[in-house]
T-cell receptor, first 116, second 116 residues
Framework: AQKITQTQPGMFVQEKEAVTLDCTYDTSDPSYGLFWYKQPSSGEMIFLIYQGSYDQQNATEGRYSLNFQKARKSANLVISASQLGDSAMYFCAMRESGTGRRALTFGSGTRLQVQP | KAGVTQTPRYLIKTRGQQVTLSCSPISGHRSVSWYQQTPGQGLQFLFEYFSETQRNKGNFPGRFSGRQFSNSRSEMNVSTLELGDSALYLC???????????????FGSGTQLSVL
């Protein structure tokens, strides 16, 4: 079974509008962390936001917020007031503490295109 | 503070050759991990090094190897290249080797390897 599922291969959004990128995950580990990374065409993976499994509140970082629904095992990224520079691939990733491994497991990504 | 630096940016090799990729982590970071990114398989963990010791290894054949030097710089080597090794190879660094769910990885821009 996929550990991280991103069901939207591609998304379009108008500049200045908000957009939600979906991410669902599968784990039986009670302690885990969820990350979102942005990958522009340059290739570099840029950290956006983090949510811990025990965090009571949804994470926010500037225009990025994470809609964390633990019971549904979803961690959707919300980008408010989209900008042209937000056009990129977006990856959801997870680290489970019980595995003893620090490696991140990534989803397949969502390509976001912001239209003027 | 300089980010993660990967060299070279692009590389073209032929089947059967070997290749060495280099990664310089963020100053002060002691953990370096490598990921392979392909359109078909997505992002997959290769291995992680801390203090010159391999800590974890992903599910890749023995043709893929790596090492870390005392200054935390890391190299990965792929021997007997196959067409399927064509990929973007991303290096990431982090400050510690703690198994903390919230430890961020900082990625470089990657080396795009093409095997002909």
């Amino acid at each position: 079974a996929q550990k991280i599922t991103q069901t939207q291969p591609g998304m379009f959004v108008q500049e200045k509008e908000a957009v939600t990128l979906d991410c669902t995950y599968d784990t039986s580990d009670p302690s885990y962390g969820l990350f979102w990374y942005k990958q522009p065409s340059s290739g570099e993976m840029i950290f956006l936001i983090y949510q811990g499994s025990y965090d009571q509140q949804n994470a926010t970082e500037g225009r990025y917020s994470l809609n964390f629904q633990k019971a549904r095992k979803s961690a959707n990224l919300v980008i408010s007031a989209s900008q042209l520079g937000d056009s990129a691939m977006y990856f959801c990733a997870m680290r489970e503490s019980g595995t003893g491994r620090r490696a991140l497991t990534f989803g397949s990504g969502t390509r976001l295109q912001v239209q003027p | 503070k300089a980010g993660v630096t990967q060299t070279p940016r692009y590389l073209i090799k032929t089947r059967g050759q070997q290749v060495t990729l280099s990664c310089s982590p963020i100053s002060g970071h002691r953990s370096v991990s490598w990921y392979q990114q392909t359109p078909g398989q997505g992002l997959q963990f290769l291995f992680e090094y801390f203090s010159e010791t391999q800590r974890n290894k992903g599910n890749f054949p023995g043709r893929f190897s790596g090492r870390q030097f005392s200054n935390s710089r890391s190299e990965m080597n792929v021997s007997t290249l196959e067409l399927g090794d064509s990929a973007l190879y991303l290096c990431a660094s982090s400050l510690t080797d703690r198994l903390a769910t919230n430890e961020k990885l900082f990625f470089g821009s990657g080396t795009q390897l093409s095997v002909l």
